[in-house]
């Protein structure tokens, strides 16, 4: 079965750093489109960004162009986020997902999210 396994979540301050991982086992990784996405307290889980299965496309939300990075390693099965300078409104639970390749849209395996707590 499919498992993702985020880590790297945790607290830092505004104009700070984290990346998060993403472990990725039970399926091919290399032909999955894979992202980020992450739910604030009281609010709905939305998209962050996304990465095709060979890594040569990505995506964005708008509030963290500029900011954040996805990134994978198709060898290690992993695939990574780059945040920098980091906004209180950065705070939430973060998850990795997992779309195939034929439905790049259909995020159907979901980890278990990281925590991600910003400080102003």
């Known amino acids: 079965q499919v498992q993702l396994v985020e880590s790297g979540g945790g607290l830092a301050q505004a104009g700070g750093s984290l990346r998060l991982s993403c472990a990725a086992s039970?399926?091919?990784?290399?032909?999955?489109?894979m992202g980020w996405f992450r739910q604030a307290p009281g609010k709905e889980r939305e998209f962050v960004a996304a990465?095709?299965?060979?890594?040569?496309?990505?995506s964005y939300t708008d509030s963290v162009k500029g900011r954040f990075t996805i990134s994978r390693d198709n060898a290690k099965n992993t695939v990574y986020l780059q945040m920098n300078s980091l906004k209180p409104e950065d705070t939430a639970v973060y998850y990795c997902?997992?779309?195939?390749?034929?439905?790049?849209?259909?995020?159907?395996?979901w980890g278990q999210g990281t925590q991600v707590t910003v400080s102003s």
């Open positions: 039970g399926l091919t990784f290399s032909t999955y489109r």
């Open positions: 997902a997992a779309a195939p390749r034929l439905r790049p849209l259909d995020f159907g395996s």
């Open positions: 990465i095709s299965w060979s890594g040569g496309s990505t």
